[in-house]
């Protein structure tokens, strides 16, 4: 099972248009937020911390992504700034840098939980 979602605190319009060049993605509001579900589970995967930030723009934004082999991504940015960068790869900790308060990620069952809390 792989599990890919992005939350992006803006308009569903706004968001929609930043995904305009991807498939087999799924749009709901969720008050303030917008949270983007990518079906294919390949798209975002393995995106560099600029690549998140730039996305973001001037908005919030949470992307997670873990799959059954114990690959994991977490990526936090507010501000322009990322706040939590968590990767894993193959069960090895690739990346593990900021601390946000907000969000307790330090292993790759932490992404699943996060998402299973805020994400569904």
């Given at each position: 099972m792989t599990e890919c979602k992005v939350m992006i605190k803006a308009p569903m319009k706004k968001v929609?248009?930043?995904?305009?060049?991807?498939?087999?993605?799924?749009?709901?509001?969720?008050?303030?937020?917008?949270?983007?579900?990518?079906?294919?589970?390949?798209?975002?995967?393995?995106?560099?911390?600029?690549?998140?930030?730039?996305?973001?723009?001037?908005?919030?934004?949470?992307?997670?992504?873990?799959?059954?082999?114990?690959?994991?991504?977490?990526?936090h940015v507010r501000d322009g700034v990322c706040l939590r960068a968590y990767t894993q790869y193959d069960d090895e900790v690739d990346t593990d840098e900021g601390e946000d308060a907000e969000t307790s990620v330090r292993e790759w069952s932490d992404v699943g939980d996060y998402m299973d809390k805020h994400m569904v």
């Open positions: 929609k248009a930043r995904f305009s060049d991807y498939e087999d993605m799924e749009f709901e509001k969720r008050g303030d937020w917008t949270l983007v579900e990518d079906y294919s589970g390949t798209q975002l995967f393995g995106w560099g911390i600029s690549n998140w930030v730039k996305l973001a723009g001037e908005d919030e934004l949470i992307y997670a992504y873990y799959d059954e082999d114990m690959n994991a991504e977490f990526i």
